[in-house]
């Protein structure tokens, strides 16, 4: 059965990733950094170190002191007009930790609005996340130079709504909507899965959520 890290794991994308791996009986370790939450994530069956993804060596300590892991899932990312802001930095450190560990497999998540999807966003829209996008775009260049093989996943507007079933990867980089936190689980979950995701780079929506008529090739894993 493999070991997954999950790094941001106590909350959105994070726990709902946590939760979807326990379903399925694999093996899970992470870290976040709310004491409170402690017992919730527990709860789930995953191993939990309380560490500030600020804190580098924390962060090193946490993945190296899991045991033998098969893929580290970065679900970091703080809330427009958080500062300073976690995402290049906590992602910069997980990314280093992993291959101090000698962990090459690497599940990265960021937003539509990152990347060549930056024009699919309207304009208040990238006034409002310009800030997040900017540091999103680091933390995924750091990722593309580091060696390590990963996989980025872009997810739309994201809401806490029950899992449809009805979320699905593109690589075209035109398309806008929305997407539950538990359907970008369950797309991770399937990249985890499959070798054909290694080294690319998708967006995340909900079929039936879309806000473009933009023409759309779904992406077969």
Known sequence: MPH?????????????????LRASGVTVSCFFRSESERSRVEETGAAVTI?????????????????????IIC?????PGDEPRVDFPGAKHCIDAAKSAGINRFLFVTAIGCGDTWDTLEEKAQQFLGPAIKAKNQAEAYLFSSGLDYTVLRPGG???????????????????????????????VRCLESDKTRGQVYQVLDRNQLRTATPFVEAAL
Do not use: H
């Open 51 to 71: 560490v500030d993804a600020f804190d580098g060596a924390a962060v090193g300590a946490a993945i190296a002191g899991a045991g033998q892991l098969d893929a």
């Open 158 to 188: 994201l809401s806490d709504d029950p899992a449809t079933g009805d979320g699905f990867l593109t690589q075209d980089a035109g398309v806008l909507g929305t997407v539950t936190r538990a359907d970008v689980a369950a797309q991770l």
């Open 75 to 79: 679900t970091l990312g703080g809330k």
């Open 4 to 20: 997954i890290f999950v790094a941001g794991a106590s909350r959105r994308v994070g726990f709902e990733t946590v939760k979807r």
